[in-house]
């Protein structure tokens, strides 16, 4: 799939040996003056920066020469992201893996992708850049900013004043551990904290499955049907629609069109000239928080205004 030339096996056998077999068979690795993948994959973590910074680089100066802080923020691929491109390139028959490692094999699967690119940079350089192959140029494409979940409600709370971190808790033996990271969203003095769920894995993916789960009530909040919003996640609404109520008067500039690709506080309504969606709105809206916005609302005209005048 790299298109790399024959004398780049014996370097792909040693991406696709991990320690753990290495440890499990040390004569057969003495015999076939093998080593394990650790050095590759170190290696590979640096290549695949380049190549997600490579495509975030084309992404964002395709949008804007005046790229805000958020958008020039490099992440760093999850274990799981890992394992999903390892699966892609169907590496998994070639992978000499120890029986010990079995039981966290998405670790194995990491260090193996990774040292994979290692080999394929070596052997082809620039080309990985210019032309990757496909599975790995969608790969890295996921790992944009405007793709993370912790990034896009990073987003949404600077466009409505509201600060936010994410408190990571850890549990479990160092094989099945798992993480969860609770949300906390505070503005001026009020604070909220959005518990998270036990997940598999790393903390980056509990963080991710957090600002998911507060990025699904960001957009239920937002229809005009009727909302579908658990116990929990009313309290989330309540408090995210009054910050965005409360901050509306303040928003500005490049927030506005944010604010109308994402469909906040009943602006497509309003520019669709939908009265009855709007009040469908609004009224979900009164029912949640007490307070019932109008598009006459002194908070909320002149917000109305500047954004239909984007």
């Known amino acids: 799939m790299f298109a790399l030339p024959r004398e780049a096996r014996p370097h792909l056998a040693q991406a696709l040996t991990h320690s753990s077999w290495v440890f499990e068979h040390q004569r057969e690795v003495q015999l ?10 170190h290696q590979g ?14 992404a964002v100066l395709a949008r804007t020469a005046t790229p805000d802080d958020g958008e020039l923020r490099l992440l760093t691929p999850t274990e799981r992201g890992w394992g999903d491109l390892f699966a892609a390139l169907e590496l998994g028959p070639g992978l000499l893996l120890g029986a010990g490692a079995r039981s966290n094999a998405e670790r194995a699967y990491a260090d193996a992708m990774q040292a994979v690119l290692a080999v394929a940079w070596r052997f082809t350089g620039p080309r990985l850049l210019s032309a990757p192959p496909a599975s790995v140029a969608a790969w ?14 990073q ?7 509201m600060t936010l971190q994410f408190e990571v808790e850890k549990r479990g033996e160092d094989h099945k551990t798992q993480y969860a990271a609770n949300v906390v969203l505070e503005e001026d003095d009020v604070r909220l904290v959005v518990p998270g769920v036990w997940v598999r894995g790393d903390k980056p993916l509990a ?6 789960r507060v990025l699904d009530v960001t957009q ?19 408090f995210l629609l009054r910050v965005q109520l409360e901050n509306a008067p303040r928003i500005s500039g490049r927030n506005l069109d944010r ?8 602006v497509p309504y309003v520019l669709a000239g939908d009265d009855a969606a709007y009040e469908a709105w609004a009224r979900q809206v009164g029912d949640l928080v007490g307070d019932r916005p109008t598009r006459s609302d002194p908070r909320l005209a002149a917000f109305y205004h500047r954004v239909s005048a984007r």
């Open 32 to 41: 076939a003056h093998q080593r394990d993948n650790t050095l590759l994959a």
């Open 45 to 58: 973590s640096v290549v695949a920066d380049l190549l997600v910074s490579d495509r975030q680089a084309h």
């Open 140 to 153: 890295a494409s996921t790992n944009l900013p405007e793709h993370d979940a912790a990034t896009r409600l």
């Open 155 to 161: 987003s949404f709370c600077a466009i409505f004043g």
């Open 207 to 212: 963080r991710k499955r957090a600002a998911e």
């Open 220 to 238: 239920e909040i937002t229809r005009s049907e009727r909302w579908d919003l658990a116990a929990g996640a009313r309290d989330t609404a309540a």
């Open 259 to 266: 604010i109308r690709a994402e469909g906040h506080l009943g």
